[in-house]
C-alpha cells in the first residue's frame, strides 16, 4: 500500500481546520491552503487554540501541542501543495470552485497523489470527471466537529482504483476514525439519511406542528440524539445546509431534500445559525435564544 506522509487541505473553515488538526495530530506533516493570507492565520489560530484548550483541560501535554501546530504550515499558493501524498478537498459546496482547484492540482501534482473531496452532497465522479486521475480520486467525507466525530465516509465511485481506495481508508483509520465504505451516491449514507429529517423538521416548523424549542427538545430526549434538529442545522451552518439540499433535490427530484422556504429566507437574511451569530436561535446572548420565525 502507498505510504501517506504529506497531507495537503484545501480550505481552512470549519471543516478544513479539523481536518488539518487531525492530520497533523496523527503524525502527518500537513499544510493547508485559503485564499488569503489573513484567513490561512484565523485557521492555523484556531486550532492553536482548540489545542491550547486541551493543554489547559490536562489532557493533551504542551510539547504535544507545539509538536502538532510545527507540523502544520499555511499557504495561499495551490503549488505549495505539489508534493502531497494526498490532498483533502473541503472548500464551499460549489462544483466549479472545486473542479478548478482538482484542476491545477492536477497540473502541478505528481502522478500519484490522491485525490480526496470532503464534499457533503456532490458526486465524487463529477470532481473526477475534471482530472486526468479519475481512477485515484475518493470521498473522505468527515463530520462536524471533525476532532471530536469518530466516522469519516471513504467512498470510491466506479473509476476509483481499489488499491487507492484501500490507501484512503488506512488512512482515515491511521487518523483515529472509524471509516465506513460508500458508494458515490449524492449524501453517501450519513447525509443520505440526515438532510431529509433536517428538511421536515423545518416543514413541521412551518405548519406549527410545534415550537423550535420543543421540536428540538423532542428529538433529544426522545431518541437521545446529542442536538436537537434545530441546534444540529444553526451548528452544520445553514448556507451550508440550503446548498447542500439544493444538490440532492437536484440529483432526486425528491421533495424531501428540497430546501423548505422559511429556510431559504433565512439564508438571504444572513441567519447562517452559529457562524453569523443568528440562525433558528440568537446566539448574542448568555444563552441561544429560539428566534420568532413563524
Ligand atoms: N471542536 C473541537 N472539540 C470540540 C468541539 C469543537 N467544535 N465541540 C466540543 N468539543 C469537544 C469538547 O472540548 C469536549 O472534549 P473533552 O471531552 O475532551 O473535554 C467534547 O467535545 C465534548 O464537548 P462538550 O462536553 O462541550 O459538549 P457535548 O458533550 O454536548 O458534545 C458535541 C458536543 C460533540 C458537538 C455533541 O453535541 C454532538 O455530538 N453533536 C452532534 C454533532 C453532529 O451530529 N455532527 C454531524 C453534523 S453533520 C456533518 O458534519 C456532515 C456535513 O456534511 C453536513
Known sequence: MAEIKRVGV??????????AQV??????ETIVREVSDEVVQRGIGGIGKQLGKAVEKGKMAAEDRDAIVGRLKGTTNL????DCD?????VVEDLAVKNEM??????VCGPDTIFASNTSSLTIADMAAATRRPERMVGLHFFNPVPVMKLVEVVKTIATDPAVFDTAFAFAKSLGKEPIVCKDNSGFVVNLLLVPYMMDSIRALEQGVATIEDIDKGMQLGTGYPMGPFVLSDFVGLDTLDK???IMFKEYKEKRYASPPLLKRMVSLGYFGRK?????YDYSGEKPVAMKLV
Open 276 to 280: 453569523s451569530g443568528k440562525g433558528f
Open 102 to 107: 482538482w484542476k491545477t492540482l492536477d497540473a
Open 244 to 246: 447542500i439540499g439544493d
Open 86 to 90: 494526498i490532498i483533502i478537498e473541503a
Open 10 to 19: 484545501l480550505g481552512c473553515g470549519l471543516m478544513g481546520s479539523g481536518i
Open 79 to 82: 503549488e505549495d501543495l505539489r
Open 23 to 28: 492530520a497533523a495530530a496523527a503524525g502527518y
